[in-house]
């Protein structure tokens, strides 16, 4: 089922992304991570794509996406990216999703990594979008970033590029994570002023460890409110305060997304069912209220 048959306008979709188990690990150890996701039914459930594409176990997200709809009854969403794939990589994949009947996809253009052979078909997301729009009827989402994508010059750039997504097909977007929900209204409103009307769903890591919180700020820039930082200062030292902090923090930041009328959550689950299941839990309720 295409993801927009699923979260009606005016409702607040929660969604959930997983990551497929590491290269040399049986598939079945995502079995562990879905058995506790299942049952707190997201609206779907993305699952990455490997750096380096079908090169790198690419093949493992659509296998994975075929089990969450299959086994566990939800829908799911493969996440792909374009900078080591070329048409015939991507008609390859848009063949074995037709076969396994997903319709979902998370088209990214991925980030340049030394280890793998770039393919020169698409240059970005945009690109890719169009031509898996020409190829098909599927749900086709797209990346957008509320402080601004890395390599933007502005963030008003970036909105601009974001709006070529749009016109390539994007039907629905997925943000970065963000600390600052300030920065996400800012960010809705200039979407808004480029005329980008598909729905936004906003990205929410919980930032459990303090290894967590390094890597991730390193990997996309998000900027730390004092709230944050002074959060993370006083009990980084301590696994179950920062833990508990962690979770608090993320519900905090989704009650005032759902108040100020978000169309999504999307959770950075980082496969710890654990940690969704108390955001859950305390939030569904509240984005649950007119289903
Ligand atoms: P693009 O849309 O191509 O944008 C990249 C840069 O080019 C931006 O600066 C943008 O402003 C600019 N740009 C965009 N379109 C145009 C255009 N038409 N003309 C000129 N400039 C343009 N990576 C993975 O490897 N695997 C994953 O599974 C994965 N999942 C992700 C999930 C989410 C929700 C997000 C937010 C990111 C994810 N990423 C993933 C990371 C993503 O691949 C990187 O952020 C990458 O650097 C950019 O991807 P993009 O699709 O936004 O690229």
């Known amino acids: 089922m ?33 058995d506790g996701l299942h049952q707190l039914k997201p609206d779907f459930i993305s699952v990455t794509y490997g750096a380096g594409g079908s090169a790198n176990g690419g093949n493992k997200t659509v296998e994975i996406a075929q089990i969450i709809r299959e086994k566990y009854g939800i829908e799911s969403a493969v996440h792909l990216t374009c900078l080591y794939n070329d048409k015939n990589d991507v008609d390859e994949v848009l063949r074995d999703l037709d076969a396994r009947g997903i319709k979902n996809i998370l088209a990214l253009r991925g980030d340049a990594n030394p280890q793998y052979e770039i393919k020169h078909d698409f240059a970005h997301a945009s690109d890719m979008i169009s031509y898996i729009k020409s190829k098909g009827d599927y749900h086709v989402m797209a ?15 970036d909105v601009w590029n974001l709006r070529k997504k749009v016109d390539a097909g994007a039907d629905h977007l997925l943000s970065q994570l963000f600390f600052d929900n300030e920065a996400f209204y800012r960010f809705r409103d200039k979407a808004d002023a480029a005329d980008i009307r598909v729905p936004i769903e906003a990205g929410i890591m919980p930032v459990v460890s303090k290894s967590s919180i390094e890597r991730m700020v390193t990997m996309c820039g998000a900027s730390l409110p004092p709230k944050f930082t002074k959060m993370m200062a006083k009990y980084e030292n301590y696994p179950d305060a920062i833990r508990d902090a962690g979770i608090a923090y993320a519900i905090d930041q989704i009650v005032d997304l759902a108040s100020h009328g978000v169309d999504g959550i999307h959770l950075y689950t980082m496969n710890n069912p654990y940690v969704a299941t108390k955001i859950s839990e305390a939030v569904n309720g509240i984005l649950r209220f007119d289903r």
């Open 143 to 157: 990346a957008c970033y509320p402080e601004g994508h890395l390599e933007a010059e502005s963030l008003d750039a």
């Open 2 to 34: 295409k993801i927009s048959e699923i979260v009606k306008p005016g409702q607040t979709a929660f969604t959930f992304e997983i990551f497929p188990p590491k290269k040399d690990s049986p598939i079945e150890t995502i079995y562990k991570t879905l």
